[in-house]
Each structure stands twice: as structure tokens, then as C-alpha cells.
């Protein structure tokens, strides 16, 4: 996804005793959805950058795979208010997902 990760709202904010205009950075999210072979596993809120890290630390820290080179593949789809990460796993980590279990 291109573009920007955050989006600059317009406030009144009550600063010394007067309303002043000022503005904001927001973060921007969306849902994306983590699927390993076809399945999904996972649906959370981030901002639609760096996906394909997201994926990896993910996967890393939720125990799907013991390292990062059992990750045999990662495809960021894109869609308007959601994406999905769908990840491919190496012959070895293979087994584990289909069982459902980690490392």
C-alpha cells in the first residue's frame, strides 16, 4: 500500500484560556487479516506499512515457526479498508500449521 500512515485532523484546542485552532497527526489502521497456507489465523489493527514485516513478527512471536526461514512466502493483498497477509510455510513448518501447533 502507498501513501502516507497518518492523516492530519483539524481541532479547537483550549490552550491558556483561549480556544485556538490547531491540528493533529492521527495514525491511520486498518484490519489485516494473517493467513498461513489458506487459513486465517488472525485478524489485527495496523497501519497498512512495512506489512511483510508485520507478517514475519508476527508469525516469530506468536510460535507458527521457530525462525524466519520456515516463512517460504509472504503476499501482502491489498484492499480498501482491509488487507490480508497470507503466508506460505517451507516443508518443514508444513506439518506444524496443518496441526495447528508451533516450533
Do not use: K
Not at 485532523?9 to 493467513?35: F, K
Not at 488487507?83 to 496441526?99: D, F, P, V
Request: glycine share 14%.
Amino acid at each position: 500500500m502507498t501513501g502516507s500512515t497518518f492523516a492530519r485532523y483539524q481541532e479547537i484546542a483550549w490552550r491558556r484560556g483561549h480556544a485556538t485552532p490547531t491540528s493533529r497527526l492521527i495514525a491511520e489502521e486498518i484490519a489485516i487479516a494473517l493467513s498461513y497456507n489458506g487459513s486465517t489465523h488472525a485478524v489485527m489493527m495496523a497501519t497498512p506499512a512495512d506489512l511483510e514485516d508485520f507478517g514475519i513478527g508476527f508469525t516469530l512471536t506468536e510460535g507458527i515457526v521457530a525462525r524466519a526461514g520456515e516463512i517460504g512466502s509472504i503476499e501482502v493483498i491489498p484492499g480498501e479498508s482491509a488487507s490480508r497477509c497470507e503466508c506460505g510455510s517451507t516443508a518443514t513448518a508444513q506439518g506444524r500449521w496443518l496441526r495447528g501447533g508451533g516450533p
